[in-house]
C-alpha cells in the first residue's frame, strides 16, 4: 500500500474541489496519456494550469524521457498567466534533479500559488515534492481524483511498487477460446481492425515479448506500424538455444531486438544481435529473473503477445497485471486453447478477474481484464 505523504492535505478530508478543477484534473489525465510508451523509465504526468478565475491558461505532459516534466511545459505555455494561479498535476510534482530539475522548484518560482495532484509518488528518489511546495507557501492538495489518475499511470506505478515491469497479456481467439486451428494456421483469427488495435497497444508499451513457438511458427516482425511518431518498443523473444535465423523478421533493423538465451547458447551465427543470457530453471528462461533484468533497463511497461505456453507461464508465476483479448465471432472446435497449462488442476484455482472493459473493434470484441488477486513481485 502507498504511503500518504504526511504534509499534504488530502483530498478526501479536504473541501471538494470545483468544477472547473475536476475538468482541469480529468484533461490533465488525458493529456498524461499522451506519453504512454515515450517516458519509461519516467510516468506518464499530465499538468493543467488555471488562473485565479479557473480558466485554464497553460496545459503540458512529459512527453519523453530526458525531455520536460509536465509541470514545466504547462508553466512554459501559461508564461506570466501562471502567477497565483493553480497546477493540476496526475502525480506529485518531483523534488529531485535529474535529466531535469526539480518540478516543485519550477513551481514555486513561477509564483504558483495552489497545487492540486491526484498520486503520490512512489517513486523514493523524487517524493517529497509536496513538501517542498509546503515550505514554499503553496497551498497544496493530494488525491485528487487519484483513483482516475491511478488508472492511467497503472503501468509505472505497478511497475515501481514491484520492481519489475507491468505485463499485459494480449491475445486473439476465436469465441471457443481457441488461438489457432488444428492445422496450425492462425492467420487471421481476429479482423484487421483488431490488428490495427494491437498496434497502438505495442505503442503504448515499452517492450514486446514472445516465446520459442510463435518466434519458429510466425516469424513476427512486432514492431508499430500504421501510428505516426510512435516509439518503437523493445522487440524481447525468448529463444533458449539460439535456434533463430539471422533472417528471421524480428532481427530487422526497424526496432530494436533484446533475444533471450540460456548461458550456454551457441550464438555465433548471429553477430551484434542483443543478447541477454540467463541461466536456466527447469529448462526454461526464468520469468523473474527475465523480468528484473528488463526492469533493469528501463522496460516499465511489457505487452506479451504469447503464444499459450508463455502466457501460462506467466500467470503460473503471478505476474500478468491485464489481460486484453480480442474475440472473434468464429468456432474452430479444435486447434490449440488460447492459454496454456499455468499448473491449474482444480476449479478452484482458476486465474479470476474483473473485466474492466468490453468494446466492439471492428467485428470482435476487445474484454480487457485484470485479475481480482494482488500482483506477485518476485
Ligand atoms: N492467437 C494468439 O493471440 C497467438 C499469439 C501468439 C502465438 N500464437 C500461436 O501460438 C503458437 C505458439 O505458441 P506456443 O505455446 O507453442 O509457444 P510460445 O508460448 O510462443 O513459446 C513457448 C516457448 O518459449 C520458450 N520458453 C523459454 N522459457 C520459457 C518459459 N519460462 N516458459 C514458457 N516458455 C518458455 C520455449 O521455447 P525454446 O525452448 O525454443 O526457447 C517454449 O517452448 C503458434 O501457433 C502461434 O501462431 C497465437
Known amino acids: 500500500m502507498r504511503q500518504e505523504d504526511p504534509v499534504a492535505t488530502h483530498a478526501a478530508h479536504a473541501a471538494p474541489a470545483s468544477d472547473a478543477g475536476t475538468r482541469a484534473m480529468r484533461r490533465a489525465v488525458e493529456l498524461a496519456a ?67 530539475g526539480p518540478c516543485a522548484r519550477a513551481l514555486a518560482e513561477a509564483g504558483i500559488a495552489r497545487v492540486v495532484y491526484a498520486v503520490s509518488d512512489p517513486n523514493p528518489q523524487a517524493s517529497g515534492g509536496a513538501a517542498t511546495l509546503r515550505a514554499a507557501g503553496i497551498d497544496t492538495e493530494a488525491g485528487f481524483l487519484e483513483a482516475e489518475a491511478e488508472a492511467g499511470n497503472t503501468a509505472w506505478l505497478t511497475s515501481v511498487r514491484l520492481g519489475r515491469p507491468h505485463v499485459t497479456w494480449k491475445y486473439a481467439a476465436t469465441l471457443d477460446g481457441r488461438s489457432a486451428a488444428a492445422d496450425g494456421t492462425s492467420r487471421w483469427i481476429s479482423s484487421a481492425e483488431s490488428r490495427a488495435d494491437v498496434h497502438r497497444l505495442r505503442a503504448e508499451a515499452d517492450a514486446v515479448l ?8 510466425d516469424d513476427p516482425h512486432l514492431a508499430v506500424r500504421g501510428i505516426d511518431g510512435a516509439t518503437q518498443p523493445l522487440r524481447v523473444a525468448l529463444d533458449t538455444h539460439a535456434a533463430i ?11 530494436p531486438t533484446l533475444l533471450v538465451v540460456a548461458e550456454d547458447a551457441d550464438t555465433r551465427h548471429l553477430p551484434g544481435v542483443d543478447l541477454l543470457r540467463l541461466p536456466l530453471h527447469d529448462g526454461r528462461i526464468p520469468i523473474h529473473r527475465l523480468l528484473t533484468e528488463l526492469y533493469a533497463r528501463g522496460v516499465r511497461s511489457l505487452l506479451l503477445e504469447g503464444g499459450p505456453t508463455l502466457a501460462g507461464a506467466f500467470a503460473e508465476g503471478g505476474t500478468v497485471d491485464r489481460v486484453v483479448g480480442y474475440l472473434a465471432p468464429a468456432l474452430l472446435g479444435a486447434g490449440p486453447a488460447a492459454f496454456g497449462d499455468a499448473g491449474i488442476t482444480n476449479i478452484s484455482q482458476a486465474v479470476r478477474l474483473d473485466i474492466t472493459e468490453a468494446v466492439r473493434v471492428g467485428p470482435d470484441l476487445r474484454i480487457t481484464a485484470i485479475p481480482t488477486t494482488a500482483p506477485k513481485e518476485h
Open 34 to 100: 499522451r506519453g504512454l510508451g515515450s517516458t519509461s523509465p519516467n510516468p506518464v504526468v499530465g499538468c493543467v494550469i488555471t488562473d485565479a478565475c479557473g480558466t485554464v491558461v497553460g496545459e503540458g505532459w512529459h512527453e519523453r524521457a530526458g525531455g520536460p516534466h509536465a509541470e514545466v511545459n504547462a508553466l512554459r505555455a501559461a508564461g506570466d498567466a501562471a502567477r497565483g494561479g493553480t497546477a493540476y498535476v496526475t502525480l506529485e510534482p518531483c523534488n529531485h534533479t535529474g535529466r531535469t
Open 210 to 217: 514472445v516465446g520459442g513457438g510463435t518466434l519458429r511458427a
Open 245 to 255: 535465423l539471422p533472417s528471421a523478421r524480428v532481427l530487422d533493423d526497424s526496432a
